[in-house]
C-alpha cells in the first residue's frame, strides 16, 4: 500500500487483508502482525487506525454486512417478475458473494463459535436479521401472486433458503474449492423451489 493514503482507504485495505487471511486461516490464528504484514506496513501504523485487532474484525463484518444486503437487495430489484426469479437472482448473488470473499464466511463461523456477546457477533446477528427480512418479504409476495404452495411455512422457507447456502458453502470447504458451490447452486435452488410448490 502507497505510504500515505486518506484514513478510510487506509482502513479498507486493512479490511480487505484481514478477509484475505482469513480465506485459509481462522481469524483466531491470525495476529496483528499478519495484517500488518499482509499490507507492508508496521503494528504500529497498523494501530493508528485501528485500536485492537478486534476492531479490525468488527469493521470486517460491517462492512461484509453492509456490502452482502446491497448486493442481495440490488439482485432482487433488478430481477425480472416474478418474485421467484428476486428469489433466484438473491440466491446466485449469495453464492457469488462467498466465492468472491470466502474469509467472510469464515469469519461468521468464528463469531457464532463464541460464547460471550461481542459489537462483531451483533453485526453477525444484524447481518441475520437483514437478510431475513428480505426473504420474508420477498415470500411475501411470491405467496400473494399464488406462485407459491398453499401451505407454504413463510419463517421455514427462509430459513432453509440460509441454511441451503452454507451447506454449499460447507461442503465447497471440505474440498477446498469454493468456486465448487456455483456447479451445484442451480440444481440445489430447483430442489428448494419445488420444496415450495413452485416451478423452476
Request: no cysteine; aromatic share 6%; charged share 20%.
Amino acid at each position: 500500500m502507497p505510504l500515505r493514503l486518506p484514513t478510510e482507504e487506509r482502513q479498507a485495505g486493512i479490511v480487505a487483508a484481514a478477509l484475505h487471511l482469513a480465506r485459509e486461516s481462522s481469524p483466531a490464528l491470525i495476529t496483528s502482525g499478519d495484517i500488518a504484514a499482509q499490507i507492508g506496513v508496521t503494528q504500529g501504523a497498523l494501530f493508528k487506525h485501528f485500536p485492537t485487532k478486534d476492531a479490525i474484525w468488527l469493521a470486517a463484518m460491517r462492512w461484509a454486512r453492509e456490502e452482502l444486503l446491497a448486493r442481495l437487495q440490488s439482485a432482487a430489484t433488478s430481477a425480472a417478475p416474478p418474485p421467484t426469479q428476486a428469489l433466484a437472482a438473491m440466491f446466485r448473488a449469495h453464492v457469488e458473494f462467498i466465492i468472491a470473499h470466502p474469509g467472510v464466511p469464515r469469519l461468521i463461523f468464528h463469531e457464532l463459535q463464541q460464547p460471550a456477546d461481542s459489537p462483531t457477533k451483533r453485526e453477525v446477528r444484524a447481518l441475520l436479521q437483514g437478510y431475513r427480512r428480505l426473504l420474508l418479504d420477498t415470500l411475501a409476495q411470491a405467496s400473494e401472486q399464488r406462485l407459491l404452495g398453499p401451505d407454504v411455512d413463510a419463517e421455514a422457507a427462509a430459513t432453509s433458503f440460509i441454511g441451503l447456502v452454507q451447506g454449499l458453502l460447507m461442503q465447497s470447504m471440505l474440498s477446498g474449492r469454493v468456486a465448487a458451490m456455483r456447479a451445484q447452486a442451480e440444481r440445489v435452488f430447483a430442489l428448494y423451489l419445488r420444496g415450495l410448490g413452485a416451478a423452476a
